[in-house]
């Protein structure tokens, strides 16, 4: 996975899961990163990418889910 993606889908993690007294900042770092890849990315529609972004938030979160799952089973 590159850098960038990672970000934004850590940025994307970081909106969706934030108190809601840091949601406006977390959504504000996620909009710049996301503004600032479609830049990148002529000829890509926001929703084409976000659909896009939407499948690899859910095998990042599976994968999220299994490391903190391996740490919490090493800690016992």
């Not at 990148?40 to 799952?69: C, I, M, T, W």
Request: no cysteine; aromatic share 6%.
């Amino acid at each position: 996975m590159s850098p960038d993606l990672e970000r934004l889908l850590e940025a994307y993690h970081e909106k969706r899961t934030a108190p809601p007294s840091e949601k406006p900042q977390r959504a504000a770092t996620f909009e710049r990163l996301l503004a600032d890849t479609l830049t990148r990315k002529p000829g890509v529609s926001r929703d084409e990418f976000l659909n896009a972004l939407a499948e690899r938030y859910a095998e990042f979160r599976r994968q999220r889910l299994q490391a903190e799952r391996a740490r919490l089973s090493r800690l016992r």
